[in-house]
């Protein structure tokens, strides 16, 4: 799937003359990885389909037993296809780096990192392996906390496009004319020292609780976007993003052993580059290792 998304990005707009130096191999690549998205997407439908279950407990379920309120009409097997397919490539190199980040800056701040394990702790227990109901995620407030303050210092989709429906002046100083393109870089907007301080490049869950995220102008946070582009997904990727923190912190301690230096990977989105932790466990007799003993393990 990543080949696939490489590509398409790599290809979006290109000069003709750049297009048709592409080879052969590279085309017929693309086409192969499309080929067996569908069928591995096609053989798990399929299997949900002869299981017998009309159940609409998760997404596939839905898609395959909600009929249309007005006609009852059912989606079309391509269209199930389709959606999956979206779902998989809107949500998991975003979040995968929103996750990154946050342990990054958690490993950098000891006290973040402690606060959000007892957090974890206090509200899940202390079993090995607890299995948290959706309110119990809910309730994992600073561990969310520091999710949306690592996205706001590196946002994954690190930008978002509008364009000037009529000619039109903003601010009272920049003139765009029909048509034109302007670009928000998210970094720089989340870095504004006028709306987030003197220490906006700095690391505090805290700026995200709800008195100081009320006493914030609008339109100052934007890592999934805006308008009625913005990203659909937003909500469930940051429950599922504060569950699965709240699983690596409740499970491990983690070690910064090679003090990283936070790189940036651009890819389809940004990542750090390179991130290796050591992870002990927390919960069992084998936390009481050394640091030294557990295997750097990559974000």
């Known amino acids: 799937m990543i080949r696939t998304l490489r590509f398409s990005t790599d290809h979006a707009v290109e000069l003709p003359l750049l297009d048709g130096l592409l080879t052969r191999r590279t085309r017929e690549r693309n ?69 990154s980040f946050a342990l990054y800056y958690l490993l950098k701040n000891p006290e973040a990192m402690a606060r959000a394990q007892e957090e974890v702790d206090r509200v899940w227990g202390t079993e090995e392996d607890p299995e948290p109901a959706y309110e119990q995620v809910t309730k994992l407030r600073y561990v969310r906390r520091s999710l949306e303050e690592a996205l706001r210092l590196w946002p994954t989709a690190p930008g978002f496009a509008r364009e000037a429906l009529q000619d039109t002046t903003i601010g009272g100083r920049y003139t765009m004319r029909k048509g034109a393109l302007a670009v928000v870089f998210t970094p720089m907007l989340h870095r504004n020292t006028a709306v987030w301080g003197e220490d906006a ?69 940004l990542m750090p580059q390179g991130l290796m932790v050591r992870l002990t466990r927390r919960h069992t007799p084998s936390t009481r290792r050394t640091p030294a003993a557990g295997k750097p393990t990559a974000v």
Do not use: W
């Open 31 to 99: 086409t192969e990885d499309i080929r067996l998205m569908a069928e591995i997407i096609d053989e798990v439908v399929q299997k949900r389909i002869d299981s017998g279950d009309t159940s609409v407990a998760d997404m596939l379920g839905l898609m395959l037993n909600t009929g249309h309120p007005a006609t009852g009409e059912k989606l079309a097997p391509d269209n199930i296809r389709n959606q999956i397919i979206t779902f998989l490539v809107a949500g998991h190199e975003t979040t995968a780096g929103a996750l």
């Open 201 to 269: 490049d700095d690391f505090d869950p805290d700026r995200f609780s709800p008195e100081r995220v009320r006493a914030r102008p609008g339109h100052v946070y934007k890592p999934f976007g805006t308008g009625i582009r913005a990203c659909l997904g937003r909500q469930f990727a940051l429950h599922e993003a504060t569950l699965f923190l709240g699983a690596l912190l409740h499970r491990y301690r983690m070690y910064d052993h090679a003090d990283y230096q936070l790189k940036i990977a651009e890819r389809l989105t």
